[in-house]
């Protein structure tokens, strides 16, 4: 095997294309598959403005194993959802919206909430539109990164020098699960903007994804 291959990793590009989802389908922006009786997820103000406590998170990114078994789905789960508080946040590695990730078995999901919540308060350029996905799946090299919303592959490093990241919890090294991108390259672009039009890389710990993940805006 050449080195070249050693440094290839799988990616997939999510490929957002305008549509209407429901909450049954993987998709940007659209509807949640959540519980009635499991409390939204909302901002606990720690990392912004103490005004925005309380305001709740966005469903911004819904991924369904039967489409995307390259994620790392935990024993029992199939379900990845993505939330973002769409207020300005200064977090560790990152200035841009907070994240939630939840992992989740679909099939636990009896009776839906009735109505999302919205928040009073939002910065409207961390606000996706509604999308579904038209996947595209190749072997990803560090030399030739493609800057689009994907699974996996390699951050698209852009402002930043690389940098490695370890799981506060564990050590480990932490490595990209999903990267939101500002600019896709069909051009059909979600209209968020992280950064200086860059990308909102989700990195998570290789050992175990239900550890705390890091956020990084580059």
């Known amino acids: 095997m050449s080195i070249e291959d050693e440094r290839a990793r799988p990616a997939v590009l ?10 049954a389908d993987s998709h940007i922006g659209g509807p949640m598959l959540w519980p009635i009786d499991e409390p939204w997820p909302h901002c606990d103000g720690a990392a912004h403005d103490p005004a925005g406590a309380g305001e709740p998170f966005v ?3 819904q991924l369904y194993r039967r ?3 390259e994620l790392p789905f935990p024993d ?10 769409t207020l300005h946040h200064d977090l560790p590695h990152a200035y841009g919206p907070d994240v939630r990730l939840v992992w989740r078995d679909a099939a636990t999901v009896f009776e839906l909430i009735e109505e999302e919540p ?10 996706p539109t509604v999308n579904v996905l038209e996947p595209i799946r190749f ?9 689009g919303t994907k699974i996996g592959g390699w951050t698209a490093w852009w402002q930043s020098g690389p940098i490695e990241f370890e799981c506060p919890e564990c050590g480990s090294v932490q490595r990209q699960t999903l990267s939101l991108a500002t600019h896709e390259p069909s051009g059909d ?3 968020w ?7 909102l890389n989700i990195l998570t710990c290789a050992k175990d994804v239900q550890h705390p993940i890091t956020v990084h805006v580059d």
């Open 76 to 85: 029992g789960t199939d379900l990845l959802q993505v939330f973002l508080c």
């Open 139 to 147: 072997a990803e090299h560090e030399t030739k990164t493609s800057g």
């Open 189 to 191: 672009d979600v209209e």
């Open 193 to 199: 903007e992280f950064g200086r039009e860059g990308n």
């Open 14 to 23: 999510l490929n957002p294309l305008e549509g209407d989802p429901t909450d």
């Open 118 to 127: 919205a928040p009073s308060v939002q910065e409207e350029l961390y606000v």
């Open 67 to 69: 489409d995307f078994p």
């Open 59 to 61: 469903g911004a990114v």
